[in-house]
C-alpha cells in the first residue's frame, strides 16, 4: 500500500521539464516544490536557484535598527544618489581606514543602483549569489547521499541543508562568504586540489573575517593531517580559550589601514560589553540551539571515530577529520573576539556534519540507529530557530499563486502573520 502511494505521488509530481517556467509563472512556491521531489534532474535544480533569487527579490525587511538588512537597504538609497564617478572610489578604497574592506558589498550595492534604489533587487542578487555556492555544495552532498539513501543519512543531509539557508542574506557578506569557502574548502581537503584556493581566497573580498579561514585552510593544505598536532591544540582550545587572542592583535596591526579598524572594533571592551548584554536580552533558545548542536556534533565527531575505526582509512575522510581538528581549534580560540569565533562555529557545523554523513553513507542498515535518534532535539531546535530568524524576511505572499504577486502587495512577513 505504501508503495502504491509513494508511486502516485512521485506520478503527481514528475512534472516534464518544459512544463517547470511555465508551472513557476503559475505558482512559483509549487514549482519549488515539484523541483525538489524531482532534484536529481538537471531542470529541477535549475527551478529551486531560480527561487531563491526570487526569495531575494521578495525579501522583506521589518523596520529593527539591529537588523543588517535594513543597513544595506539604506546604503542601497544612498548609492543611488551618488554619480558614477565614485565607482572608482570603492575599488580603491579597500586599505582606507574609512571605508569597507569587503570589496564585493560595495560593488554589488553601488552596481544595483543605477537601476534601482528598492531593496528587492539588491537582495535578489545577492541570493543568486549565495544560492549558486549554497545548492553547488548540496549538490556535492546530494550526490554522495543519494548513492545509500536512508533515515540516517537522510536527518544529517537535511540538517546540512539548514544549518545556513538562503534566509540568512539578511546578512549577506558573512554568510555568502561562508558558503563561497565551504565549496572551495571541500575540494581542498577532501580531494586535495589547488585550484580552488583561489575560490576560497575571493571569499575574503566578500567579508574581511575569511582571511584567518584561509589562513588556517592554507596551514592545513601545507601541513597535512599532522593530528598529534591538531588533537592537543583542540583540546587545549577548550581549557584555554584566550591563548592566542593576542596573535590576533598582532595580525591586525601589521596589515593596518581597515583590518587593524575592524579588529580594534570586534575587540573593543564596550563591543564586547554591548554583544554579551543583547545575548543576554535574546530568548534562551537561540543560544541553546547553537549550543546543544555544537556539543552534539563534538560528540558525534568522537562516536564515529571510535565506532567506525575500520571505516576510517579513505583518504578524503582522513582529511576532513584532521582539518576538522584544526578548524575547532580555531573555532574556539577565536571565540575570545565577540562576533568572530561563533561566526565560524556555524562553518563548522557544515564540515561537521559532512563527516558524520559520509560515515554513514558506508553502513548498510538503513534503520534509524540510536545517534542520529539522539541529535533530533537540537537539530530540531537550531532548524526552529532558523526558521524564526527567517520569518521577519520570508514574504507570506510568496507562497500564494501568480508569479511576483508579493511586489504589488503590503509588505506581510511570516512572522507578522504567525508571531505578532
Known sequence: MYKDFSGQVNQFFAINSKNYFLLFILWPFLAFITALTNYSQKEARKVVYIFLIYYGLTFVIKGDIFFDALGYAVKLRNNAALPFSDFFKIVGGMYATDTSIDIIEPLVS????????????????????????????????????????GWNTMIFFILFIVILPITTINSVRMWTAAWIF???????????????????????????SFISANAILLIYFLAGNRNYIYLPLALISFVLPNLIAPFFKTVSLRMGGAFQGRFDMYSNQYYVLERQEALAQSAWFLKLGEDLLFSYLIAAIIFVQFRFKNLTKDDPERNLYSFLLLFLAFVN?????????????????????????????????????????????????????????????????????????????????LADLFFY
Open 110 to 149: 553601488f552596481i544595483v543602483s543605477r537601476f534601482t534604489s528598492h531593496h528587492g533587487l539588491y537582495f535578489a542578487a545577492w541570493a543568486a549569489i549565495f544560492g549558486f555556492f549554497y545548492l553547488k555544495s548540496i549538490d556535492r552532498v546530494y550526490d554522495r547521499y543519494k548513492a545509500n539513501p
Open 333 to 413: 580560540f577565536g571565540k575570545a573576539i565577540p562576533s568572530f569565533g561563533g561566526r565560524f562555529q556555524i562553518l563548522f557545523f557544515l564540515f561537521a556534519t559532512l563527516y558524520v554523513l559520509i560515515y554513514y553513507l558506508k553502513l548498510p542498515d538503513k534503520k534509524l540507529t540510536l545517534l542520529p535518534f539522539i541529535g533530533l532535539f537540537p537539530m530540531a531546535l537550531y532548524s526552529a530557530v532558523k526558521f524564526r530568524e527567517g520569518a521577519d524576511s520570508i514574504s507570506a505572499w510568496i507562497f500564494a499563486p501568480g508569479f511576483g504577486l508579493p511586489l504589488f502587495t503590503p509588505a506581510l512577513s
Open 182 to 208: 565551504f565549496y572551495g574548502a571541500y575540494h581542498v581537503i577532501l580531494y586535495r586540489d589547488p585550484r580552488y584556493l583561489l575560490l576560497t581566497l575571493g571569499s575574503t573580498l566578500v567579508h574581511w
